[in-house]
């Protein structure tokens, strides 16, 4: 069974520019997470998603960040435009409805803006 | 104050020594806790979670928690090279409908020398 997978794994682009990282979960999993480390932090919470519902976008640094959620399936994060802070490594994870504890990660879109 | 605080290390150990990994925390509504294991340039990879106070052993693996003192920790028996890697403490409030909100330690980089 494939896992979470990620796309690009690694982006480089300049400031004011446009990215989209772009997520898919195990089949099957209906829940789908966005996690954030910038550098030489700790990894936060972005948002969640309930199939193509958005359930908690708290984690949500600002309105340049869009995510979606297309038919439940795959995720795209957009930032747009970004900025200098915005690097860092962006995780995707996901989970089945009834799991406890167990957050399958993707192995990460590192982003640099330049 | 961070929610979670977890010392980044660097510890280096020789093999077959016993690990301690730590963490504290503030918020006393945390009752899922969990531990991670992130290789270099891998996604975080569940290793334990315990829900509430005590003990959780699984292989040379055990997990504890003091919710007393808001402490928890994570002991490697007979420490291998193979243990090398990046441990991340974190907890969450609920896990309503697999929904995991989670808040992470910075994470210790561990390093067990042959």
């Known amino acids: 069974e494939a896992g979470v997978t990620q796309f690009p794994s690694h982006s480089v682009i300049e400031k004011g520019q446009t990215v989209t990282l772009r997520c898919d979960p195990i089949?099957?999993?209906?829940?789908l997470y966005w996690y954030r480390r910038v550098m030489g932090k700790e990894i936060k919470f972005l948002l969640h998603?309930?199939?193509?519902?958005?359930?908690?976008e708290s984690g949500m640094p600002n309105n340049r960040f869009l995510a979606e959620r297309t038919g439940g399936t795959y995720s795209t994060l957009k930032v747009q435009p970004a900025e200098l802070e915005d690097s860092g490594v962006y995780f995707c994870a996901s989970s089945q409805e009834a799991s406890y504890g167990e957050l399958f990660f993707g192995e990460g879109s590192r982003l640099t803006v330049l | 104050q961070k929610e979670v605080e977890q010392d980044p290390g660097p510890l280096s150990v020789p093999e077959g020594a016993i690990v301690s990994l730590n963490c504290t925390y503030s918020n006393s509504a945390f009752q899922y806790f969990m531990w991670y294991r992130q290789y270099s340039r891998k996604g975080p990879e569940l290793l334990m979670y315990t829900y509430s106070s005590g003990n959780k052993e699984d292989g040379r693996f055990t997990a504890q928690v003091d919710k007393s003192s808001k402490y928890i920790s994570l002991f490697i028996r007979d420490s291998q090279p193979s243990d090398s890697a990046t441990y991340l403490c974190a907890m969450t409030q609920t896990l309503i409908q697999g929904a995991q909100k989670l808040v992470f330690g910075q994470g210790t980089r561990l390093t067990i020398n042959p």
């Open positions: 998603f309930v199939k193509e519902s958005k359930q908690d």
């Open positions: 089949s099957g999993h209906d829940n």
